[in-house]
């Protein structure tokens, strides 16, 4: 594969220069770096619809694993066996298992399980993927290059049945192991796009320059080029997390992780092994929901963080509304004709 | 006697953002059958948006928002440009104007055969032609500018830039059109001015040959007093000057036309052309 | 044409130290963790397992314990170019090999057909979402990251439930009908497909919406591109323009990234075949890992990695075809 990371390439010239008219958001913070200026630059990323609105389900899914004590209105495995299999009612929102548990308190407690073990995932990926993808983009030669034969490999190696092998070898997995797992199965991707963006940076002038001026090579790598990589490592971090929550729900509905560890797949596991399917739609579809709709919050953060890198991909959809509200149609490929002395000319650029 | 081949009249475009921005001022000219009327200005000055707005080739949110362009057709026939619709304006395009673009390497496609893009041109606006037919005319095109016959199935990037260069010169010359309108805006290197030099001796050579005129559109003021009949200055917008290239090379009548033809370093190293 | 012998001399000696550390990784997995219930599971056997077959299961699992580490790698590797990966503990002591080959075919035809109708489909529609940007197309794109967060396993139940459970549709289980056997029949093949159509579905549907995205933001690059223009320039019909123009330099990002995303894929839709007990690769690992079947997991893994390489083959031929630049000779 040549490399096809679209993402570093400046935007090339189009038409004539004046067609452009997105803003460019992209480019890097001015130069005066205070503290302050450069945390809430480095915050811009999430500054737009897509971002905000993922953060804010996330922060919903982090305050009910927080707070699940007080939210939960049974324990976990509280049994009732006055009331089993129920459907939804007043005192069991979402329904009942077989063995009388409140569903609803389940995945309150399942929330803990997925958030920790994602996170912590997420932070061992990422850093993983920093020191591979700065360091193999930065240097040259058979270290990148090795480097970055390293990260193909653990790209195509898949990684799910490898999880599953090595998960079954242990009795009772830690929450830590299973996190480290599916960090070291998924540090990969990031790690390719963190290269190719390093490899970019590093012919930047202020690069350069600061290489010129004789600066140590952590102070390079840790003031310069870190700040300018943000946005993709925040990514990079979204990602394995969304892979790590998918890799742990998979897991227990498998039923390679013990059970002692409640997520949302552990409760699909259950449903799935005591017949919950069809009837019981109550037992397997908001635990289900609520992978989906943690996936979602996850993807918008990244579209966000896409959209802020790439402001084409933004410009795209906006200005094409925009314009749409003034008659034209960014899809014509021919100019439309406003003049005031022919109104009958009008439309003849938006047919197609 | 005067013969018009382009008759542009208080041509306007503007880019409908808010605010609206007059990318193109009130332009009127007109352009003489077997002309090469040279554009000149800083980059940002329109003349960009000028040639592209000629052919309609601007997307939204550019709008041309007052005056004509008329074509006087070979034929006799006058063409309003402004009135075409979208079938109309695809079949006028290529077959009376085409053009030449700047930075050859991006506007070839990478990854089909320089011959299949040559022979897009004919299958397209020439449907009667055989594929026989077809492979004959693509391969005369590459004798005519010197790129040779062999080189039809080569690649953009098997080509060196001054090959692909004359390849888009090629596939402009396809259909032999009326008007070529070369877009050789900002050469970034010493070698771009090289190849655009070698590139204009070819194409005045081959407008004797074929007949065409030429709008020619480039920031380098010296070649154009070169090579043009007329040139026109243009800033903000507007065209301040029009005048023959002799007339602007020895009697500059705007001021900017002066600082223009001031700043422009020689390649003998001397400053400014007036001090040539 | 020319033969890019750089680029098949890189790509290949990349693949054969990816199928080199596949190796390796399944050569130390069992002897890092498992062990004791290998030697378990041989003296609770103790009489009944061949010595041949007794000396390949010490050598997968490294039980000989006088035998330094290089000896036992070197070991594993004759074993494994003489095509013997051990003995399957929950089979009757069958040869790995034997077990893993004729569940490989099921899962090849399954997850084979429906990524690929899931990337050419997915592609073509994010071309053409991309190309009519801002349009009411844009919808599909919401919608199929929402189907591609889901977890593949709670689609297929939830496919189940609705699809075969209640409205009865298709069957819910396995390849074909209970008490045929796999012949070359018309009647044969029209129950594989009434048995294939559901999972395929749902992994189409799972996977569709990375490559719809992938594509339509490969598109709004492209279209920037000055050759976009000229084609528009020369009076091409828009549909020329998309096609072969666009679209055609668009996917190759979108290929290289099949490439790469293939052994994710396999990894989901292994759990669709325990769903919907598909008698593929994925549910004799699945399994074996409850029955705790070492050798077997060991060979399913390796199998898994090697069929995704070729698969990454495949892709690297496809792409090379498609991108004349990686036929450059010249360096």
């Known amino acids: ?116 073990v994602g996170f912590l995932a997420g932070i061992i990926g990422t850093a993983i993927a920093v020191v591979m993808g700065v360091v193999a983009g930065y240097t040259k030669g058979w ?38 797992v599916l960090a070291a199965t998924g540090w990969a991707w990031g790690a390719r796009v963190l290269r190719a ?87 397997y579809v908001p635990a289900g929901l609520c992978i989906a709709i943690l996936g979602v919050a996850l993807s918008l953060i990244n579209f966000g963080i896409d959209e802020y890198v790439n402001p084409r991909l933004r410009s795209a959809g906006e200005r094409a509304r925009a314009m749409k509200k003034k008659g034209l149609d960014v899809n014509a490929t021919m100019t439309v004709v406003r003049t005031v002395e022919t109104p009958s000319r009008r439309q003849a650029g938006n047919t197609k | 006697m005067p013969d018009p081949l382009l008759t542009v009249h208080d041509f306007s475009i503007v880019y409908d953002v808010d605010p609206p921005v007059k990318a193109v001022k009130n332009v009127t000219l007109e352009l003489q059958r077997g002309e090469i009327l040279g554009l000149a200005g800083e980059s940002g000055c329109g003349k960009t948006t000028l040639a592209y707005g000629l052919q309609r080739l601007l997307r939204a949110p550019a709008v041309i928002a007052s005056g004509s362009v008329t074509f006087h057709d070979a034929s006799g026939v006058d063409i309003d440009v402004n009135a075409l619709n979208v079938e109309e304006m695809r079949r006028f395009r290529w077959d009376k104007i085409s053009m030449v673009f700047q930075g050859a390497m991006n506007a070839l496609n990478p990854v089909t055969t320089i011959g299949a893009q040559l022979d897009d041109v004919f299958r397209v606006h020439r449907p009667d032609l055989s594929r026989r037919e077809r492979r004959a005319a693509c391969e005369e095109l590459l004798e005519l500018v010197a790129v040779g016959r062999e080189r039809i199935r080569s690649f953009p990037h098997e ?84 005048a023959p290239a002799r007339e602007i090379w020895e009697h500059p009548q705007h001021e900017y036309t002066k600082t223009l033809l001031a700043s422009f370093p020689r390649l003998t190293g001397e400053r400014g052309v007036l001090v040539r | 044409m020319k033969i890019p012998v750089r680029f098949i001399a890189s790509r290949s000696a990349f693949y054969l130290f990816t199928a080199w550390a596949a190796i390796t990784i399944n050569f130390f997995l069992p002897r890092m963790m498992a062990g004791d219930p290998v030697t378990a599971y041989m003296q609770r056997n103790a009489g009944q397992i061949s010595p041949e077959a007794e000396r390949s299961l010490r050598i997968l699992f490294g039980l000989d314990q006088n035998t330094s580490v290089w000896e036992q790698y070197t070991g594993y590797w004759q074993l494994l170019f003489s095509g013997d990966l051990g003995r399957s503990f929950s089979n009757g002591l069958a040869p790995v090999g034997d077990i893993i080959s004729s569940a490989l075919p099921w899962t090849l035809g399954l997850v084979g057909i429906a990524t690929i109708v899931s990337f050419v489909l997915g592609t073509a529609t994010g071309a053409l979402i991309g190309w009519r940007r801002g349009s009411k197309a844009d919808v599909i794109v919401p919608i199929s990251t929402f189907f591609s967060t889901v977890p593949y396993f709670w689609l297929g139940l939830i496919a189940i439930a609705v699809f075969s459970s209640t409205l009865g549709w298709f069957p819910a289980s ?41 594509m339509r933001n490969m598109m709004l690059t492209v279209l920037d591109e000055d050759y976009i223009t000229v084609a528009q320039a020369k009076g091409l019909p828009n549909r020329r323009v998309l ?27 292994i759990v669709m075949e325990m769903v919907f007990s598909y008698p593929g690769i994925g549910k004799l690992l699945l399994d074996a890992t409850n029955a705790k079947d070492y050798p077997l997991m060991q060979g399913v893994f390796l199998i898994i990695t090697l069929a995704v390489l070729c698969a990454n083959v495949l892709a690297d031929v496809a792409y090379a075809i498609l991108d004349p630049r990686t036929r450059q000779t010249e360096a």
């Open chain 1, 143 to 180: 270290r990148s290059e090795s480097l970055s034969a390293v990260t193909n490999v653990f790209l195509v190696i898949p990684g799910l049945p490898l999880i599953i092998i090595v998960a079954s070898q242990f009795e009772n997995p830690p929450l830590i192991l299973i996190a480290a």
């Open chain 2, 159 to 242: 080509l060196s830039g001054g090959m692909r260069q004359r390849v888009m010169i090629a596939m402009a010359l396809a259909l032999r059109p009326q008007l070529m309108v070369m877009v050789m805006d900002e050469p970034t290197t010493a070698l771009d001015v090289l190849v655009q030099r070698e590139i204009l001796s070819q194409i005045s050579m081959l407008r004797h040959e074929f007949g065409f005129s030429v709008i020619f559109i480039t920031h380098d003021l010296p070649l154009l007093l070169e090579i043009s009949d007329r040139i026109a200055v243009m800033r903000g917008g507007e065209i301040i000057e029009l």
């Open chain 1, 197 to 283: 963006q390093t490899m970019s940076l590093r012919n930047r002038d202020f690069i350069q320059a600061a290489r010129a001026n004789g600066e140590p090579l952590h102070r390079i790598i840790l003031v310069e080029m870190l700040p300018n990589l943000m946005a993709i490592i925040a990514s990079s971090f979204v990602g394995t997390v969304t892979a790590a929550v998918l890799g742990l729900t998979t897991l227990a509905f498998i039923g390679v992780i013990p059970i002692t560890n409640l997520n949302w797949g552990t409760i699909l596991f259950w449903a799935q092994q005591n017949g919950a399917f069809p009837d019981f739609w109550w037992w």
């Open chain 3, 174 to 214: 396995h390849a074909y009908d209970k008490g045929s056997s796999p012949v070359f029949t018309a009647d044969f093949i029209g129950q594989v497909i009434a048995h294939g159509a559901l999972p395929a579905i749902t992994i189409v549907i799972a996977s569709l919406g990375g490559w719809i995205l992938g």
């Open chain 1, 1 to 116: 594969m040549t490399t096809a990371e679209n993402l570093t390439e400046p935007a090339s010239v189009g038409s004539p220069e004046t067609v452009t008219v997105h803003s460019p958001a992209a480019t890097n913070p001015p130069k005066e770096k205070t503290f302050w200026s450069r945390l809430a630059s480095s915050f811009a990323m999430f500054r737009n619809p897509k971002s905000l609105t993922g953060l804010v389900i996330l922060c919903v899914f982090v305050a009910v694993a927080l707070l699940g004590d007080v939210l939960a209105p049974y324990g976990a495995l509280e049994k009732d066996f006055t009331a089993l299999r129920q459907a939804p009612s007043w005192t069991h929102l979402l329904g009942t298992t077989h063995m009388g548990e409140d569903i609803l308190s389940q995945i309150i407690y399942g929330t803990r399980g997925v958030l920790i």
């Open chain 3, 243 to 269: 096609w072969h123009y666009a679209a055609r330099n668009a996917m190759l990002p979108q290929l290289s990234s099949f490439a790469l995303s293939i052994g994710f894929i396999v990894g989901g839709t």
